[in-house]
């Protein structure tokens, strides 16, 4: 394909991209930043913790609440979730998928419904029957001074 007729074609993907960013939360991420209004299915911040903390909570395509913790200063440092279905990890880990995975790879212990992956930048568990998953995933280095993990539910 000449590369006259690329442009459309990756101008239109982008668009396509942007606007799925825009209506939907799964373009949030660890490390990114929560935006101060609600977009999509989220609802608005709250305060939680004398304002260490922001929470958003919202619920993806397979009916999963998902609560997003954000710094005072809109870090994303946490995500916990619940429900019938797992949400897409990859979305929400963003650049910390990669080694979720490496760790995930190193620790098969043959446990179909809980897993923990403890990896220096970020830490994920996860487990439940098949249609009650839950399960959260944080930046250990990441949250604000005087909350721990045990903060996150």
Do not use: K
């Amino acid at each position: 394909m000449p590369q006259a007729h690329l442009f459309p074609v990756i101008t239109a993907s982008a668009i396509a991209v942007a606007t799925l960013c825009v209506s939907a939360h799964a373009c949030a991420q660890l490390g990114g930043v929560m935006p101060l209004q609600p977009t999509g299915h989220a609802a608005a911040p709250q305060s939680l913790l004398n304002g260490a903390l922001r929470l958003r909570t919202s619920t993806d395509a397979g009916n999963t609440n998902i609560n997003e913790y954000a710094t005072s200063t809109g870090e994303i440092v946490a995500y916990t979730w619940q429900g019938p279905t797992m949400p897409d990890l990859v979305a929400l880990l963003g650049n910390y998928a990669g080694s979720y995975r490496a760790g995930a790879a190193a620790a098969i212990d043959g446990n179909l419904h809980a897993s923990r992956v403890a990896r220096p930048d970020v830490i994920v568990e996860s487990g439940g029957p098949m249609r009650g998953y839950a399960g959260r995933a944080w930046l250990p280095g990441a949250l604000p001074p005087g909350v721990t993990a045990d903060d996150l539910r």
